[in-house]
């Protein structure tokens, strides 16, 4: 089992930044994949950023430039940075993990409980 923990959302104006963080516990995988995804109101979930732990990230074309995931192996944590945010980064941000087998997913998607990210114009 494996359990999400996020922190770091809040309110900022547009323009603003913000720091989201996630750690992971229980059984992580040593090839894992994590990420953050957003679910605005009204809206499906879609994918941020995904971080593997052996290399490689991956950004939604809405937050290239503006948006950089990281991880920290050793403390099993992902973190997105978020600079010049706009009003419509205002969303529920949820972490994500998953297992790999030779960088292939080969676990179920484990989700956090989201945090919540306002964006005021």
């Known amino acids: 089992q494996v359990q999400l923990v996020e922190s770091g959302g809040g309110w900022v104006q547009a323009g603003g930044s913000l720091r989201l963080s996630c750690v992971a516990s229980g059984s992580i995988f040593s090839d894992n994949t994590m990420g953050w995804y957003r679910q605005a109101p009204g809206k499906q979930r879609e994918l941020v950023a995904t971080?593997?732990?052996?290399?490689?990230?991956n950004y939604a074309d809405p937050v290239k430039g503006r948006f950089t995931i990281s991880r920290d192996n050793a403390k099993n944590t992902v973190y997105l940075q978020m600079n010049s945010l706009k009003p419509e980064d205002t969303a529920v941000y949820y972490c994500?993990?998953?297992?790999?087998?030779?960088?292939?997913?080969?676990?179920?998607?484990?989700w956090g409980k989201g945090t919540l990210v306002t964006v005021s114009s």
């Open positions: 971080a593997s732990s052996i290399g490689g990230t």
């Open positions: 994500n993990y998953y297992r790999n087998y030779d960088r292939i997913k080969s676990g179920a998607d484990v």
